[in-house]
T-cell receptor
Framework: GENVEQHPSTLSVQEGDSAVIKCTYS??????FPWYKQELGKGPQLIIDIRSNVGEKKDQRIAVTLNKTAKHFSLHITETQPEDSAVYFC??????????????FGQGTTLQVKP | DTGVSQNPRHKITKRGQNVTFRCDPI?????LYWYRQTLGQGPEFLTY????????KSRLLSDRFSAERPKGSFSTLEIQRTEQGDSAMYLCASSPWNEQFFGPGTRLTVL
């Protein structure tokens, strides 16, 4: 089955610095890679995603890069702000499930942005 | 608000009781998922509906769990004879195709 590994588990940065979170996946048929931000007591919020036909996607201060050969994808947050503090999850669909789109999530990264 | 809604937001029950959660997806999203999330972990897939058809169930979904999506709109997840190990956040997500949009979740505590 699909396996998604996420690193680091915790990340602490100073306000204004950049943060990078990395994920690897095992199912070479995966073609869609979302990132979610989860604040305490809330459901995961989709913040950016990338499809396998592109290598990079940007949306203001966040970007995602994908290396299909190495089965890696990363989230980059620039000019971090205290409100970026949250738990971030990467995910990939398990294509072996008949294209139901069920997501396999990484273990999560707790990002702390210090003012 | 046109996002995914879930009710109740919190549920405390005694071991052995039955509980039912409701999810109202974004209208016109034909895909609906249930996930379970325990503290410090990512969400784990439970089951998937396309319209009213339940097309996949995880091995995590024991016989005590049942889900329905009558008429392909809202969905319910019922847990019978709850156990302490069922304590978790139960998340619902709806999707038009790839993107999955999550609700706020129902936090279940089994005493």
């Amino acid at each position: 089955g699909e396996n998604v590994e996420q690193h680091p588990s915790t990340l602490s940065v100073q306000e204004g610095d950049s943060a990078v979170i990395k994920c690897t996946y095992s199912d070479s048929a995966s073609n869609y890679f979302p990132w979610y931000k989860q604040e305490l007591g809330k459901g995961p919020q989709l913040i950016i995603d990338i499809r396998s036909n592109v290598g990079e996607k940007k949306d203001q201060r966040i970007a995602v890069t994908l290396n299909k050969t190495a089965k890696h994808f990363s989230l980059h947050i620039t000019e971090t702000q205290p409100e970026d503090s949250a738990v971030y999850f990467c995910a990939a669909p398990y294509q072996g499930s008949g294209n139901t789109g069920k997501l396999i999530f990484g273990q999560g990264t707790t990002l702390q942005v210090k003012p | 608000d046109t996002g995914v809604s879930q009710n109740p937001r919190h549920k405390i029950t005694k071991r052995g009781q039955n509980v039912t959660f409701r999810c109202d997806p974004i209208s016109e999203h034909n895909r609906l998922y249930w996930y379970r999330q325990t503290l410090g972990q990512g969400p784990e897939f439970l089951t998937y509906f396309q319209n009213e058809a339940q097309l996949e169930k995880s091995r995590l979904l024991s016989d005590r769990f049942s889900a329905e999506r009558p008429k392909g709109s809202f969905s319910t997840l019922e847990i019978q004879r709850t156990e302490q190990g069922d304590s978790a956040m139960y998340l619902c997500a709806s999707s038009p195709w790839n993107e999955q949009f999550f609700g706020p979740g129902t936090r279940l505590t089994v005493l």
